[in-house]
């Protein structure tokens, strides 16, 4: 993309979290300013895209599940980021085309590209929604997904972009209500349990460049996302080991340091 032809409400110069993810998973829908930030995290932690690029596989790999193995079949993807390969509906549709998406995201330029390439796309919706207004999201949702069937609601890397002071456990405890029994909460979330000092630094560089706050947690601030709901195994663990595909073996969590894990309400 280039800063010229920015769209009307999007500020180029501005890194923000949709586009620098994008930058890092290889996309184009990035701007010189995201790619800096970038170019600063891969100095600081040279495997910065190979995390994100671990996060997106277990990101797949648990909506294959949840359609093939718990019967899912409507999705409500919060912090869903700009659309890039295996897409939330197409790894579902792929299994079955009824499966419904809805994907929401606070970072408009995320509303222009998915309206645009989800133009053609059966049974999927884009809406713009701030996951701290939960609430809103919610009630657009039930426009579009039947909350009396199972509803999976995908969190994958956006919980760490609210601080404690912001009370994402509040956010998550209100989803968990709307969900009814036999709903899923899928979580992912950077973690600074590996080497304490350099993520935290890492975290410091992209929060102060970036247009959100980066705030890693541990492994039971991670849990305790899923009070209420009784862990899918092997419970919350590093991504890459969450249920990895026959026959690969892992990236060394040093390399990946995400957490992730999938919960349903009993
Ligand atoms: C790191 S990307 C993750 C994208 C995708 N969920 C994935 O895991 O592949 C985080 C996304 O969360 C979005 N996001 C951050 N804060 C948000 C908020 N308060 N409400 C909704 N979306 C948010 C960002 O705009 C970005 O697109």
Not at 11 to 32: C, F, Q, T, V
Not at 82 to 104: F, I, K, S, W
Not at 148 to 157: D, G, I
Not at 231 to 247: E, K, N, Q, S, T
Request: hydrophobic residues 40%; negative net charge; glycine residues 8%.
């Amino acid at each position: 993309m280039t800063e010229e032809t920015a769209p009307r409400g999007i500020d180029p110069s501005l890194p923000s979290p949709a586009r620098i993810y994008d930058a890092m998973l290889g996309g184009k829908d990035n701007y010189a300013a995201d790619r800096q930030v970038v170019e600063l995290l891969r100095e600081m932690y040279p495997y910065a895209e190979a995390t994100a690029r671990e996060n997106r596989a277990w990101l797949g790999r648990v909506v294959r599940h949840l359609v093939e193995e718990a019967g899912v079949r409507q999705f409500l993807d919060i912090g869903a980021g700009l659309p890039t390969q295996e897409n939330v509906h197409q790894v579902a549709q792929a299994v079955d085309p009824g499966c419904r998406v809805m994907y929401v995201d606070n970072d408009p330029i995320v509303m222009t590209h998915g309206r645009a390439l989800l133009a053609g796309a059966k049974n999927v919706t884009v809406a713009e929604g701030d996951l701290a207004d939960v609430g809103t999201i919610l009630e657009r949702a039930r426009e579009a997904l039947d909350f009396t069937r199972p509803v999976a609601v995908l969190l994958s890397a956006v919980l760490h972009f609210f601080t404690d002071d912001q009370d994402p456990y509040r956010l998550v405890a209100q989803i968990r209500e709307a969900l009814p029994s036999g709903g899923y909460l899928a979580v992912s979330h950077g973690t600074s349990d590996i080497e304490r000092d350099n993520s935290e630094a890492l975290a410091d560089a992209y929060s102060q460049r970036a247009s959100s706050t980066l705030f890693l947690r541990d492994r039971a601030q991670v849990t305790a996302f899923f009070e209420g709901f009784d862990l899918i195994d092997p419970g919350v663990v590093y991504a890459g080991h969450w249920r990895p595909l026959p026959g690969v073996e892992p990236r060394p969590v040093e390399q990946a340091p995400v957490y992730a894990g999938l919960g349903r309400r009993p």
